[in-house]
């Protein structure tokens, strides 16, 4: 069987083809021009869609050996994102579908990152722990099966991957910041810098906010403005709340290890590529001896794999759809519990 995945929810179009489970293809076409807004413009994100869309395609079904009428299956993000940017995949498929008479599969963006790990060698073992951290959500869940999903815990403000970008525009170093983060963080020896982790309610929430401002604090004391920062500091400063944001990451996930019966651990989202995250969260995992699945970068940031690979598992259960399907541009998903 030949599943066509496409995604569009926010500022990377990407199309990929999985025949009977194998990935033949994942294209990504991210859309830098964003950088110079400091973040997406969502009426350029669904114009770029629009542009970039039927290439990909095409170069999807040539490098997959594939005629288009050979597909057997077409699933696209319904949402969560920017609805602008989601139609423009969505109707494509929808559209698709519709032309080539061939089953139609809206899928979850979140579930597609939820269930990322699956398209690695080693795959998760359910029931197993997942932490999901996106520039949109972050979210530890207990994963049952490929339809049942329990929230343990999530954001009561900013999510991680938001905490980062936000960090990265008070230090002036540009967008996406994530990455920048990583880098300067690298470039440390080391801070002595201390930043607060937040205590809340539900053991396995998390909070942002309060490091954010906590570094805002820091570099006004310290300096008034960000133009104003050594770079030698600017790099201690990305490592204290590097450290911080992942400790705060990675101390639910040792809870949850502590609490709950598991036989795997997956990290999964655009944060997921951060390489500190990933050393510490496969550490916690020798530590309590699960099996660790984190999945190429290539699966971590927005992907059509994951989306192909979801799709797959619905139409595994029986899920039918038809073309009447709306999509939903905030968060759903029937199977969480
Ligand atoms: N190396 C990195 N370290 C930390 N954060 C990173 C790194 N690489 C990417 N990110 C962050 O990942 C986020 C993007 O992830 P992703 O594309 O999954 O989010 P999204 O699709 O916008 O949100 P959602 O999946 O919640 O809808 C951005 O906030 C970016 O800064
Ligand atoms: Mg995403």
Redesign the pocket.
Known sequence: MNILGIES????TSVAIISDDVLKTNLVSSQDFHKKFGGVVPELSSRAHLQQIVPLLRLALKESKLELNEIDLISATAG??LIGAILVGFIFGKGLSYSLKKPFIPVN??EG?IYSGFLMKEKPEFPFLVLVV????TLLLVVESFSRIKKLGSTIDD????A??KVAKMLGLGY????K??EYAEKSNGSKIVFPIAQLKNEFDFSFSGLKTSVLRFIQKEYGESSAIPEKELFDIAEAFQKTAVKSLTRNVERAINKYQLNSISLV???A???F?RDEFTLLGKKYNKKVVIPDLQF???NAAMIANRAKNLFDLGETFDLDYEPFPSFFSKYFQ
């Open positions: 929810s926010c500022d990377e969560p994102g963006h979140i990152h996106s520039g949109g959500h999510a991680a991957g938001e980062f970008d996406p910041g994530g990455p983060i990583q989202g655009g944060v590529a951060n390489s995250l971590c940031g927005d």
